[in-house]
Every structure is written in C-alpha cells, then in structure tokens.
C-alpha cells in the first residue's frame, strides 16, 4: 500500500460509511459517487422512482461542509430559472447579476429530463467550463462545483431525452437499484421515527476536499495502461453494433476514474482491474447503439463488457 495515498483512501471510507448511514446496503454506487466527486466529474443517477436517487445526492452533500441547491426541473423551466437573471438597479443605474441555484458548489438537477432542450442546455457551460453567460458576461462558479442529475429513464410522458453532448459532460453513470430484503427491513427500522438524513452531519471540509482533488491526479498511470484505455475507446469508435463510439472527453473521464479508484483503495498507481471497473459507469452513457443492435435488444452496457473481453489487459488480468 502506498502510505501517501492513505490520507485519501481514510478520506473516501469516511464519506461512504456517513452516506450508508442514510443508504443502505448500497455500497457500490456510493462508491462510485464518491469516486466522481474526487475525479471532479458530474454524475447521472439513472433509475426508476423511490430507490434513493434523491437522497443519495442529498447525502453526499450533507457529508461535505459546502453550500447545496436543489433545482426540481420541469417543463416550464426557463433557462434563467437556472443560470440567474440581470436586473436593472435604478439606484445606482447599473443591471446587477441576481445569481440562479446554479451558484452553489453541489448542485442537485433532480428529473433533469423533465427540462426542454433549451432549459437543459444552460447546463452545459456549466458543467464543462465551470462558468456561466448572463447577458455577456461571464460568471465563475465556486469551488468545488459538482452536478447531481437524476432521470427516470422508464418514464417518456412530459420528458425531453438528453443530448449527446449533455451525456457525453457527465463522467459517470450509476443506478442505485432495489434493495435486497434485509436492507430494506434495515431501512424501514431506520425510517420508523426519524428520517437519518435530519441527522447527518458532514465528515469533511472544503479545503480537504479540494486537496483529495489535487492529490488524486498524482496517482501514477503507466504508458501501458495508457494505452490500453485508448485502445479500448478506439474499439468502440470501431464496433459494428455502434452508431457512435466514446469521445476523447470520454478517455480522459476513464482515466480520471481510474486514478481516483486506485487512491480509493491506497494505491499510488494504476492497475488494469481499475480501468475495467470504471468502464461500464464511464463509458456506457456516452455510446449510441446502432438501430440493427436496437431492434435486437443490445444495451450500450453489454457492449462495453465485451469490448472489455476482447481487448487483452496489459500485463494479465489483475482481480
């Protein structure tokens, strides 16, 4: 173990054992939210209603001393509802920016699919630029600055599908899924008086969070590994069953992830087991299947596992 990944490896369990306090027996996508949040990446929580896409957003924010808005899209969401609006100060003659919920360092868009196009596309500065346009001029957005999104992905009354170029933004995506029955008796003693969230209190700083961050990105990734992340873009760029294959964005999303699992688990380096557990949640969201492989049922997910089968690892398979 490399002693000078442990600050982040006691960082991440410190988040996750707070969130299942809330979440439970969901240790796996808790996982991965909390690897986006180290990898500065935004994240879409997929899933059908009630299994704890909201909360889970809500928890994560709670276990972190930062500001917090929540945005419920809906159909008649303006895009200024969101970025904020210029308003004319008769005072002092001058249009003052009046800051929209998107000024917060972790922002909750819950059904984001509910949104028109043009509502969600005033997300996509945002969440790529770290920065919003009101009237031509710019405004930064605080540090950290991370977008929860969620979709019911069953539902298509009164919804708008999300565009490739808004998916392509989001570096992960994860489903929460049902629990298994001692979970959910778990959840239901837990629920009986009080909800856990009135409780939950936050287990880390800004300022510590932005150093997990920056101490991440030292994480060791060696040319081979390298290689093989672009080996297995370039695969999807190339399968037969895909109309569109992951962009650069995607590679680098990858190999982000990558080192933030490795930290997560004390390692100052990269193994080929990281890049194989990051791949479905990174890179399955940004494909488009092709309408033969539609017609015949095949998931974005399934492909991705195969290319996986496919594409030799460098140095053997690491369990």
């Known amino acids: 173990m490399d002693t000078t990944m442990q600050p982040i490896q006691a960082f991440s369990e410190r988040m996750i054992d707070n969130i299942e306090k809330v979440i439970v027996g969901k240790r796996e996508p808790i996982e991965l939210v909390v690897n986006g949040l180290l990898s500065r990446g935004h994240i879409l929580i997929e899933d059908v209603p009630g299994t704890g896409k909201t909360m889970l957003a809500k928890s994560l924010a709670r276990s972190i001393g930062c500001s917090f808005n929540r945005i419920q899209f809906t159909p008649d969401m303006l895009p200024s509802d969101v970025t904020g609006v210029s308003i004319y100060n008769q005072k002092t003659e001058e249009f003052e920016y009046r800051a929209g919920p998107i000024m917060a360092q972790i922002v909750l868009t819950d059904e984001v699919n509910r949104a028109t196009p043009k509502t969600q596309a005033a997300l996509l500065e945002a969440m790529e630029e770290y920065q919003v346009t009101v009237d031509g001029v710019t405004h930064p957005l605080p540090e950290p600055f991370l977008v929860i999104a969620t979709?019911?992905?069953?539902?298509?009354?009164?919804?708008?599908?999300?565009?490739?170029?808004?998916?392509?933004?989001?570096?992960?995506?994860?489903?929460?899924?049902?629990?298994?029955?001692?979970?959910?008796?778990?959840?239901?003693?837990?629920?009986?008086?009080?909800?856990?969230?009135?409780?939950?209190?936050?287990?880390?700083?800004?300022?510590?969070?932005?150093?997990?961050?920056?101490?991440?990105?030292?994480?060791?990734?060696?040319?081979?590994?390298?290689?093989?992340?672009?080996?297995?873009?370039?695969?999807?760029?190339?399968?037969?069953?895909?109309?569109?294959?992951?962009?650069?964005?995607?590679?680098?999303?990858?190999?982000?992830?990558?080192?933030?699992?490795?930290?997560?688990?004390?390692?100052?380096?990269?193994?080929?087991?990281?890049?194989?557990?990051?791949?479905?949640?990174?890179?399955?969201?940004?494909?488009?299947?092709?309408?033969?492989?539609?017609?015949?049922?095949?998931?974005?997910?399934?492909?991705?596992?195969?290319?996986?089968?496919?594409?030799?690892?460098?140095?053997?398979?690491?369990?």
């Open 151 to 319: 979709q019911n992905p069953i539902e298509y009354e009164g919804t708008f599908p999300l565009p490739e170029a808004q998916m392509d933004r989001f570096m992960l995506r994860l489903r929460v899924g049902y629990p298994g029955s001692q979970d959910e008796i778990r959840m239901l003693e837990s629920q009986q008086l009080t909800h856990p969230i009135d409780a939950l209190e936050a287990v880390v700083g800004v300022d510590e969070l932005l150093s997990a961050q920056k101490k991440v990105r030292e994480v060791v990734v060696s040319p081979d590994i390298k290689g093989y992340v672009v080996d297995l873009i370039q695969s999807t760029r190339d399968h037969p069953e895909l109309y569109l294959g992951a962009s650069p964005r995607g590679s680098i999303a990858l190999f982000r992830t990558a080192q933030a699992r490795a930290a997560m688990h004390g390692r100052g380096f990269v193994l080929p087991d990281d890049i194989k557990k990051m791949a479905v949640p990174v890179l399955a969201h940004r494909l488009i299947v092709g309408s033969a492989a539609r017609i015949r049922e095949i998931d974005s997910r399934e492909i991705v596992r195969e290319i996986l089968d496919r594409i030799p690892a460098p140095g053997g398979e690491v369990a």
